[in-house]
């Protein structure tokens, strides 16, 4: 399985860029990357995934290295409702993403007026 | 559009009683899960379904047992519940080769 680290806590303000780093030094071949946003007693929801490079779509983009030994999710403009819980999981896609790359610890994201 | 429909939403139980949760996957889904979230904790991802077959296992205690019927609703069953069993507990259900995963609001188990 492919053990991720993030940082456990960021503070924003309003209306700037936030970046919030994964690492997953043993990453596998067939693994993609993909970033969930939990809420508060909400399930968690689907931001983004990607394999390598950059993915961007309407909320997110995310920027995977050559290597892809670590993963970087961009929220830009952030607000306050964006304050919640950021999970970056590294699974194979094709068997069960999530089913063998538990979340992990997430990272708290605190956006402040 | 359709998402993932759990009940009930909230359960309270005694200790040692039983309880079943029951999940209903977006039409057309083949994969379900299931995750336990503590006060406070990461989701714990307990079992996974594919096609009505147990597809993975996670940290399911072996006091919890779980299956998929043929029209692809799953049911967490629980016995002899503890106090720590008390949690959100999270169903999610996917396309196999997508790896995007859609939860439900969640059913709130409180054991006594």
């Known amino acids: 399985l492919a053990k991720t680290t993030q940082p456990i806590s960021m503070d924003s303000y309003e209306g700037q860029e936030v970046n919030i780093t994964c690492s997953h030094n043993n990453i596998a071949t067939n693994d993609y990357i993909t970033w969930y946003q939990q809420f508060p007693s909400q399930g968690p929801r689907f931001i983004i995934q990607?394999?390598?490079t950059k993915v961007t779509n309407e909320v997110a983009s995310l920027f995977i290295p050559a290597d892809r030994k670590s993963s970087t999710l961009s929220l830009p403009r952030v607000s306050l409702s964006d304050t919640a819980v950021y999970y970056c999981?590294?699974?194979?896609?094709?068997?069960?993403?999530?089913?063998?790359?538990?979340f992990g610890d997430g990272t708290t994201l605190t956006v402040k007026p | 559009a359709a998402g993932v429909i759990q009940s009930p939403r909230h359960l309270i139980k005694e200790k040692r009683e039983t309880a079943t949760l029951k999940c209903y996957p977006i039409p057309r889904h083949d994969t379900v899960y299931w995750y336990q979230q503590g006060p406070g904790q990461d989701p714990q991802f307990l079992i996974s379904?594919?096609?009505?077959?147990?597809?993975d296992k996670g940290s399911i205690p072996d006091r919890f047992s779980a299956q998929q019927f043929s029209d692809y609703h799953s049911e967490l069953n629980m016995s002899s519940l503890e106090l720590g069993d008390s949690a959100l507990y999270f169903c999610a259900s996917s396309l196999q080769n997508t790896g995007e995963l859609f939860f439900g609001e969640g059913s709130r188990l409180t054991v006594l």
């Open positions: 999981l590294v699974g194979d896609r094709v068997r069960t993403n999530a089913g063998k790359s538990t």
């Open positions: 379904f594919y096609e009505k077959m147990q597809s």
């Open positions: 990607g394999y390598k």
